[in-house]
């Protein structure tokens, strides 16, 4: 799994702290870990910005997950779960964690990297990150009730695709000076376009870049 680390410019000051515990977890099970910042270096990016290059990455199909987070968390869960192709989680905690891995088998989740953070943040991150990945995505809990639970996952998938519009029609619609700005974020539309592979949405991306 190609797991990709970005996050908002609010809470900068945790990239390396993510990247850390994400690799630290992760890497051990197979999986790829890529860093996408947001940096110190660069210019801020919002959470809506975020938000839509997340949305990029998973509908070109570049990778696998997303890990997010802002300093609540709750608002870039909410604007993932409004762009094409991201099922996104907010979690708080283990518990919260497990669960959607193996119940919800979404492709993003998104932390509370301010809010909440305090003394013991990083230890919660970490057990957050183990819990996640504790386990195949997507194959029900409690075991009993496995069948449904998955059923209604595949519900709740189908519903996500077809009350959106693809992402050719939301790049159309967005702003000029707001969309020219998140494609200013070239270290991860390079990514795009060398490793996406929806060749419509890379050629798309290359006619507005």
Not at 164 to 175: A, N, T, V
Not at 181 to 195: A, C, G, H, R
């Amino acid at each position: 799994m190609k797991i990709a680390i970005i996050q908002g410019s609010t809470q900068v000051d945790k990239n390396k702290t993510l990247v850390r515990i994400t690799k630290k977890v992760v890497v051990p099970l197979g999986h790829e870990v890529i860093n996408f910042g947001v940096f110190e270096e660069e210019e801020n990016y919002s959470y809506t910005e975020v938000a839509l290059l997340i949305s990029l990455l998973l509908s070109s199909r570049a990778v696998d997950f997303v890990i997010t987070g802002c300093s609540s968390g709750q608002g870039m869960a909410l604007a993932c779960n409004t762009l094409p192709n991201v099922l996104c989680g907010f979690v708080q905690n283990p518990q919260d964690a497990f669960l959607f891995g193996r119940i919800n088998d979404g492709n993003a989740v998104s932390f509370s990297l301010g809010l909440g953070y305090g003394w013991l943040g990083e230890l919660n991150l970490e057990y957050c990150m183990e819990k996640l990945f504790d386990g195949g995505f997507g194959i029900g809990y409690p075991p009993e009730v496995a069948e449904r639970k998955i059923t209604e996952t595949k519900r709740v998938k189908l519903f996500n695709e077809r009350a959106k519009k693809s992402m050719g029609e939301l790049l159309e619609s967005l702003d000029e000076v707001f969309l020219a700005k998140v494609l200013s974020k070239q270290d991860l539309i390079d990514y795009i376009f060398e490793n996406g592979q929806d060749q419509s949405l890379n050629q798309t991306l290359k006619q507005l870049h």
